[in-house]
């Protein structure tokens, strides 16, 4: 029974550190209990605001229009792109917020968390980038394969140092990082990866 009771007390020392750290709104209940409403106040925010910020995705897709339509294989690639830096930043978060909850990491360790992360974003970037490459032989040819690969490697990498950085940052500006980042980070890899991979498109192609 001792042993039950500590366990408890521990469970709720966690969970209240965990809120503290994060800076999240304690709900006073479980997750399972919280009303509908309450949840919905926790997420509707962020959501609301990035529907406007994905606007510069399409922006950005029309301004690279003469592109696009040169070569249309491109297009075949977008999502697959756009996804790998939403998926690449999405973990690097998590990491981050559990890290910063669980005191396992400070605000001032941003810094030495950031320079790591480059190195092991460059081994995901160039991993992800081979198989894609071969892919974009296939569909497009040598000069595709080569835009998609680097693309590859300056999106995952992108998309993982921001996905490191922001939980330090809505950290910072006592903001939730759990309920902000996961959106945010996808919206930043939507809008960075259309103008990065149209941009290295441009270049390698001779367009523009």
């Not at 042993?3 to 709104?25: G, I, L, R, Y």
């Not at 690639?77 to 756009?82: A, K, N, V």
């Not at 921001?162 to 330090?168: M, R």
């Amino acid at each position: 029974m001792e042993f039950v009771q500590k366990n408890s007390t521990s469970h709720t020392d966690t969970s209240e550190m965990m809120h503290k750290e994060t800076h999240a709104e304690n709900l006073g209940v479980s997750i399972k209990n919280t009303s509908i409403g309450l949840l919905y106040k926790k997420r509707v925010f962020w959501l609301v605001i990035l529907v406007f910020g994905n606007i510069f995705s399409g922006a950005g897709i029309a301004y690279f229009e003469e592109i696009i339509t040169s070569y249309v294989a491109l297009v075949f690639f977008l999502p697959l792109l756009i996804d790998s830096g939403g998926n690449a930043g999405s973990q690097s978060a998590t990491l981050m917020v559990r890290a910063l909850a669980t005191g396992d990491v400070h605000p001032n360790d941003w810094g030495r968390m950031l320079a790591r992360e480059v190195f092991v974003a460059l081994g995901l970037g160039f991993s992800m980038a081979i198989a894609v490459y071969f892919l974009g032989l296939y569909r497009g040819g040598y000069e595709i394969a080569m835009v998609v690969g680097i693309s590859m490697v300056a999106i995952v990498l992108i998309g993982s140092l921001v996905g490191t950085v922001l939980p330090f940052v809505l950290h910072k500006l006592n903001l939730d990082p759990a309920s902000a980042s996961a959106p945010m980070i996808t919206s930043i890899a939507d809008i960075s990866g259309v103008l990065i991979y149209f941009a290295i498109a441009s270049a390698i192609l001779d367009i523009g």
